[in-house]
């Protein structure tokens, strides 16, 4: 009988965590999207898409066997326990596992030293304050009902059409200096191997980072990009006098190495790019440099 997971947003991680469990043959994958071209564009991937806000998500609730909430949460807390929390609760009992996809900005700037999932969790801007909530209404919501939460920290997402040189073949990559600034990264690939080892071996409760084993300064990531497409380098800009969105200034606001020796440890977890290097050399279609240590 074919496991069913229930995707509360079908967005980039989700759909390749879904193309991994599909590819065995033994998972059915039930996904919200927001509009009829999302609906359509994950049909294409065999995922059964109901689109919501609009549509009703119980039924599916009903009947999954694991749950992945990918959506991020808002002004009032989390979209998806403050629709469905009561069926969640009401189904907690025949979930095997379930999955919240958070952030590494709950740990906030930490003037580049290392954290862990041990660390106490500081954010320092208004996306990582929410997220910070979230895990606690999910942890609270999972204590009261018994549901088999995990919860992951996601570092910088890169992968196939997105990153450092999807930016840089498009002329928007940029060398911001500031000084100090390191942080990790993350493929998408070894995110849904991370979520896929989870599921095999469920640990309720407990918290990971998924991220790479090298924190890195972003200017050298977007110098490596170009290096590999054969591109000049981008003009060195300093931070204080770069214009940047709102969101990509808040990523600036944060320094900090992030450990994923739990992951690699707990789930037995070998990652396929464990550094921005081999991750961008792969996509790329270069042969991938030895890993930096």
Not at 28 to 54: C, F, H, M, V
Not at 107 to 130: I, N, Q
């Amino acid at each position: 009988m074919k496991r069913t997971l229930l995707c509360f947003g079908v967005g980039y991680s989700a759909r390749a965590l879904s193309r991994l469990l599909l590819s065995t043959g033994e998972w059915r994958i039930i996904g919200s999207t927001r509009s009829p071209e999302k609906a359509a564009s994950a049909k294409l991937l065999q995922i059964d898409s109901i689109i919501w806000p609009g549509g009703d998500l119980a039924p599916a609730i009903e009947n999954a066997t694991h749950l992945l909430m990918s959506i991020a949460p808002g002004d009032r807390g989390d979209p998806v326990i403050e629709a469905y929390g009561e069926e969640i609760i009401s189904s907690a009992s025949g979930i095997c596992w379930a999955g919240y996809l958070s952030t590494t900005a709950v740990y906030g700037d930490r003037g580049g030293r290392w954290v862990d999932e041990e660390s106490p969790l500081a954010p320092t801007t208004e996306r990582g304050r929410r997220r910070v909530d979230a895990e606690r209404a999910w942890q609270k919501l999972a204590t009261k009902c018994g549901l088999p939460l995990h919860i992951f920290r996601l570092a910088g997402i890169y992968g196939p059409g997105r990153g450092p040189l999807e930016a840089v073949k498009t002329g928007r990559g940029r060398r911001i200096i500031k000084k100090n600034q390191v942080f990790n990264r993350i493929h998408v690939e070894d995110i849904a191997k991370a979520l896929a080892a989870s599921i095999e071996k469920p640990e309720p409760g407990e918290i990971y980072n998924l991220c790479d084993d090298l924190p890195a300064p972003p200017q050298e990531v977007v110098a490596f990009a170009s290096e590999l497409l054969g591109v000049p380098l981008p003009e060195a800009v300093p931070f204080e006098s770069a214009e940047m969105t709102r969101m990509a200034r808040s990523f600036y606001s944060e320094s900090k190495k992030v450990s994923n020796e739990k992951l690699k440890r707990q789930l037995g977890l070998s990652l396929a790019y464990p550094d921005y290097l081999s991750g961008l050399s792969s996509l790329a279609g270069e042969t991938p440099q030895p890993n930096a240590p």
